[in-house]
């Protein structure tokens, strides 16, 4: 697909993928997967979205509810205050920043938009686990990350069955988005899921045929970010997994990715802009 003409709308802001977009994690939760990414307290959190912005974040996504198997659950009231209290240093840092909130739960998304602005939902479930979300998000009208996941993040290793695994998430996904187009959601960026209800195998699968989630004609989001697929195929932890990171985010953006989700925005921004360059310089060849 021509990347140039491909957009979406966020609250009135064209947002177009001619050039890649880097997304950058703030994680308002203790535990985390990736321990380097845990930010609870005001200043902490400052000082991370400052960090992010000044190395050239796109956009900035805010999570309070870790998706990790085995985290700990965390009631609605506490999710929406921890991510108030993320947003309301976002606002004060960086006031102009497209951010999107990382929320399953439909009454968060409604009170993290009305009063905080938010420009898109970044929901894990696609839907499945608040059946009022994609009301919530077509009468608010904002941008939606559509996820691919099954279960919950307690079951999601449980059911890791496919025919074929790209068919199959494509598949799913098409349908939601045929629905959600139904509701009046038109802005949806698509999110294969890598680590959701996946094997290591089945993921690098997935990135190898990243292209054939490009054909469904809306920007793709990758999530690899320091991955189980990666520390355990090269043996470290997601403390040791930054290298890893940059090489499949490389991969990623080479077969059509749109927006990578990364905790290190700096090397992400840097292989955003060559992986760029070359897509022009092909596209001159052609």
Known sequence: MDKENLSINVKGQLITFGTPKVMGIVNVTPDSFYSGSRSLCKEELR??????VAEGADMLDLGGYSSRPGADDVSEEEE??????GLEAVREIAPGAVVSVDTFRSAVARRCVEEWDVD????????????DMWDTVA????????MHMRGTPATMRDM????DVTADVITDLSK??????????NDIIIDPGFGFAKTVDQNFQMLDELGEFCRMGMPVLAGLS?????????????????????????????RGADIVRVHDV??????ARLVAAMRKERRLRN
Do not use: C, F, H, Q
């Not at 939601?176 to 959601?185: C, E, F, M, N, T």
């Open 266 to 271: 700096a090397p992400a921004v840097a292989t």
């Open 120 to 131: 898109i939902i970044n929901d894990i479930s696609g839907g499945t686990l608040d059946p």
């Open 176 to 185: 939601k988005a045929y629905d959600l187009r139904g509701l009046g959601v």
């Open 80 to 85: 929406y205050s921890r991510l108030a209290t």
């Open 160 to 163: 890791t069955e496919y025919s």
């Open 139 to 146: 009468g608010l009208g904002v941008a939606y990350v559509l």
């Open 226 to 254: 320091r991955k189980t697929m990666i520390w355990k195929t090269l043996g470290t932890t997601p403390e040791g997994s930054l290298d890893g990171t940059v090489a499949l985010d490389a991969i990623a953006l080479d």
């Open 47 to 52: 000082r991370r979205v400052a960090s992010l």
